[in-house]
């Protein structure tokens, strides 16, 4: 504080006794002054927000020994075959750490179109190959039991790579390679409950 009094005692004016009176004040003091603002705009382009509606369908996976429907949010009204690719690409390890797994391979490559109500599942390579005998009626299971949940679909038929397939059903029987299979073949394998999947 005295620092600042001491600075200021010594740059303030002069104290005067009387006052002077202006006569005439500089012209260049009085004339009006012109000030220009220049103001720069930043345009700030909108973000564009997308919004995908999406649908809840039902996959089928396998909890301990039973197949456990699950619950999951794809695109809405997917086609079949957006459905089994999402069986195929299985299911979050992270959520329910390995209590919840697939039978299927995860390098199965298949395709599968729909005709009145009968879906074709053709597969390339081979389909129950590489699948233990135990988790093979389990594997089938999933991928029936996936399509035939949606909506249009009643029955399915197996085929690799063009040729019809014989597959496994829920009991243990074989179904020959010239009939179909259906949800009330694999029921008994289902479990009470669904799972939601919320991502990993």
């Given at each position: 504080?005295?620092c600042?009094?001491?600075?200021?005692g010594?740059?303030g004016p002069?104290?005067?006794?009387?006052?002077?009176?202006?006569?005439g004040?500089?012209?260049?003091?009085t004339?009006?002054?012109?000030?220009?603002?220049?103001?720069?705009?930043?345009?700030?382009?909108?973000?564009?927000?997308?919004?995908?509606?999406?649908?809840?369908?039902l996959?089928?996976?396998?909890?301990?020994?039973?197949?456990?429907?699950v619950?999951?949010?794809?695109?809405r009204?997917?086609?079949?075959?957006?459905?089994?690719?999402?069986?195929l690409?299985?299911y979050?390890?992270?959520?329910?750490?390995?209590?919840?797994?697939?039978?299927?391979?995860?390098n199965?490559?298949?395709?599968?179109?729909?005709?009145?109500?009968l879906a074709t599942?053709?597969?390339?390579?081979s389909?129950l190959?590489?699948?233990?005998?135990?988790?093979?009626?389990?594997?089938?299971?999933?991928?029936v039991?996936?399509?035939?949940?949606?909506?249009?679909?009643?029955?399915?038929?197996?085929?690799?790579?063009?040729?019809?397939?014989?597959?496994?059903?829920?009991?243990?029987?074989?179904a020959?390679?010239?009939e179909t299979?259906?949800?009330?073949?694999?029921?008994?394998?289902?479990?009470?409950?669904?799972?939601?999947?919320?991502?990993p």
């Amino acid at each position: 504080m005295t620092c600042f009094a001491v600075v200021f005692g010594a740059c303030g004016p002069r104290t005067q006794d009387n006052a002077t009176v202006l006569r005439g004040v500089p012209g260049e003091l009085t004339a009006p002054t012109t000030t220009s603002t220049t103001t720069t705009s930043t345009s700030v382009a909108p973000t564009l927000t997308t919004v995908v509606e999406t649908e809840s369908v039902l996959l089928h996976f396998i909890l301990g020994e039973a197949i456990t429907t699950v619950m999951r949010n794809l695109p809405r009204d997917p086609d079949p075959q957006a459905v089994l690719d999402s069986l195929l690409a299985g299911y979050p390890s992270s959520a329910f750490g390995p209590d919840v797994r697939s039978a299927i391979p995860r390098n199965l490559e298949a395709a599968v179109t729909v005709e009145r109500g009968l879906a074709t599942v053709d597969v390339t390579g081979s389909l129950l190959t590489e699948i233990s005998p135990i988790d093979q009626p389990l594997a089938i299971a999933q991928i029936v039991l996936t399509l035939t949940s949606r909506p249009g679909i009643g029955q399915v038929e197996f085929r690799v790579d063009g040729e019809p397939q014989a597959v496994p059903r829920g009991g243990g029987e074989l179904a020959p390679a010239d009939e179909t299979v259906a949800y009330d073949d694999y029921a008994i394998l289902v479990s009470p409950g669904v799972i939601r999947d919320d991502g990993p």
